[in-house]
């Protein structure tokens, strides 16, 4: 049975995010692989940690998984269905059909309502619909269960293979016998963590305007779980670094895209009287600096001239 993501964290389901935070830091620091190099338990401990803050961590996906626990991955999918039975007039739909029915490459069971129409060709009855699928799915590869009605055999439930690295807005094409032919096209689902370009993941860092200026080590998430990245001093807002092999597979190959985290630096809202205080320090001194080199410049400028 899996575990609750807030037992693995030691929170309570009513904490902050704040509270939230603190506790992924405290557990990761001490769980980490480096700290315990040759404790298997620790470091297995290690990804349930990361893989319980990727989804309480997140405000969108702790909704999701508050509402519909250890089926929040496919929240979207179940409010479809609960908006097509209200549609359509009371039409029921079978949750076991839709989880219980497929094979995750990652282990994980679940299934997939087909909603398409079937359409008469000259040949085969064409059948067509929609796969949606997350970016976690795209990661991975999956393995996706389909309901069609068979003319004169009734329902018939087949299975489809969403490849690796999918783009949003393929087309897969089956044809189970010579009577059938099925067009399926990919849907993609937005991520709150990333945008896509490629083979490659894009994703914004917060970081505030101290570190920026004085360095900072920032937390990144990829797909497979965070990573820490040294942000150097006197970074620049918009600046955007490289993390190689951290994006989507390139098709079945062994090769990875990069992830591209971007710094998006953030100025203090509102500032105490201390602080006020010492920022108009700083800029008192960093205007005398400027003001000497200033002056230097000119009078280099005023022998020169003289010559």
């Known amino acids: ?5 807030y037992d ?19 557990m990761a620091r001490k769980l980490h692989p480096d700290v315990n190099p040759d404790d298997s338990r620790a470091q297995n401990q290690f990804k349930k940690v990361n893989e319980a803050y990727e989804v309480v961590g997140d405000p969108a996906r ?8 250890d089926n929040w991955k496919h929240a979207d999918q179940i409010r479809n269905v609960n908006a097509g039975r209200s549609s359509t ?13 497929g094979r995750g490459t990652g282990g994980n069971s679940f299934g997939d ?46 299975e489809v293979q969403v490849p690796r690295g999918v783009r949003d807005g393929r087309k897969i094409r089956l044809r189970p016998d010579n009577d059938t032919e099925i067009i399926l096209t990919v849907n993609v689902r937005s991520d709150s963590r990333f945008s896509r370009k490629g083979a490659n993941l894009l994703t914004d860092i ?48 062994k090769h990875f895209g990069d992830l591209y ?36 410049i000119g009078e280099d400028n005023t022998d020169g001239a003289g010559d």
């Open 261 to 296: 985290a971007t710094i998006n630096v953030r100025l203090p809202e509102s500032l105490s009287d201390e602080e006020r205080q010492l920022y108009k320090q700083l800029r008192d001194i960093r205007s005398a600096t400027s003001g000497e080199r200033f002056a230097r």
């Open 113 to 158: 309502m087909f909603s398409g129409s079937g359409t008469h060709m000259r040949g085969p009855v064409r059948h067509e619909g929609t796969l949606e699928v997350s970016l976690d799915e795209v990661y991975a590869g999956v393995t996706r269960r389909i309901s069609i009605n068979s003319v004169g055999s009734g329902p018939r439930n087949l």
């Open 1 to 5: 049975m899996p575990q609750n993501y």
């Open 206 to 253: 917060a970081v505030n305007l101290l570190d920026a200026v004085l360095g900072c080590e920032v937390e990144v998430p990829t797909i497979t779980g965070r990573v820490a990245l040294q942000i150097p001093m006197g970074t620049q807002n918009g600046r955007s670094f490289k993390i190689k092999g951290k994006g989507l597979p390139m098709g079945d190959s």
């Open 62 to 69: 702790r909704k999701d998984y508050d509402q519909f626990g």
């Open 8 to 26: 693995i964290l030691g929170v309570s389901r009513n904490a902050s995010d704040k509270d939230i935070k603190s506790a992924y830091r405290r």
């Open 89 to 101: 007039g009371g039409i029921g739909f079978n949750l076991g059909d839709l989880f219980g029915g």
